[in-house]
């Protein structure tokens, strides 16, 4: 979120007082095993750190500073605070989805308003394959400018959602899913880009500032919304 620190918990906090429908997270495994809550592979971009998230333990990831004092979080901190506003948890990592999978029947079994997305099509496989139900938790294959290949070839994998670059906005498998509700568009920086997912039918989008989106539809329903929902 591009008014908090990266991937902090401070962002999420701020983003479900905000009212979003849900926040975006990326995780990857720390040497150790724990869940570590970050968008890039590295510790060097957002913290105060250096090296790959894959080779630092918990206890030297946690101790590292994730601006104006934030820590790096952990997805169960997240899954057991956050609970006003869905998540989508992308597993950055396949070596991650068993573990993201188990932390979900532990910490949150009963919720409904999880999306567990990848790039991966063995990763989301995987998920499609360990739910018990298809309430338990959605997935969803998520395609780049330059996976036009990807998305043809796995349109029947099973997964309730799909996450297209607008680079493949044209596909007819693309058509399919935003026909369905069922595809989301990334990535808009611009209210025009808001505007123009909306026109097009896509069922959501991914925003760094939240505060674009949320005008658009307050717009759009008749809404003021006051100085502090604007902040």
């Known amino acids: 979120m591009a008014l908090e620190p990266e991937n902090t918990m401070r962002s999420f906090r701020r983003a479900e007082s905000m009212g979003v429908d849900a926040v975006e997270l990326d995780v990857w495994l720390s040497r150790d095993g724990r869940l570590v809550v970050m968008h890039d592979p590295t510790l060097d971009r957002t913290t105060n750190g250096a090296g790959d998230i894959a080779d ?35 597993i950055k990592t396949p070596g991650a989805t068993e573990s993201v999978m188990s932390l979900l029947r532990t910490v949150c079994p009963d919720r409904r ?31 780049g400018a330059n996976e036009r290949d990807k998305l043809e070839e796995n349109v029947d994998l099973g997964m309730d959602q799909l996450m297209v670059n607008w680079a493949l906005s044209d596909l007819d498998a693309a058509e399919q899913f935003r026909k369905k509700k069922c595809a989301t568009i990334w990535q808009c920086t611009t209210s025009d880009d808001v505007l123009r997912a909306m026109d097009e039918g ?12 949320l005008a658009l539809l307050a717009e759009r329903a008749g809404v003021t919304l006051s100085e502090s929902e604007n902040a």
């Open 202 to 213: 896509w069922a959501g989008t991914t925003l760094d500032d939240p505060r674009i989106g």
């Open 113 to 143: 308003d999880i999306t567990i997305s990848t790039f991966s099509v063995e990763c989301a496989q995987a998920v499609l394959a360990g739910r018990r139900d298809d309430a338990e938790w959605r997935v969803g294959l998520i395609c």
């Open 56 to 90: 630092a333990s918990w206890n030297t990831i946690q101790a590292l500073d994730a601006g104006q004092g934030e820590h790096v979080p952990e997805l169960e901190a997240i899954c057991r605070e956050i609970r006003q506003t869905g998540l989508q948890i992308e």
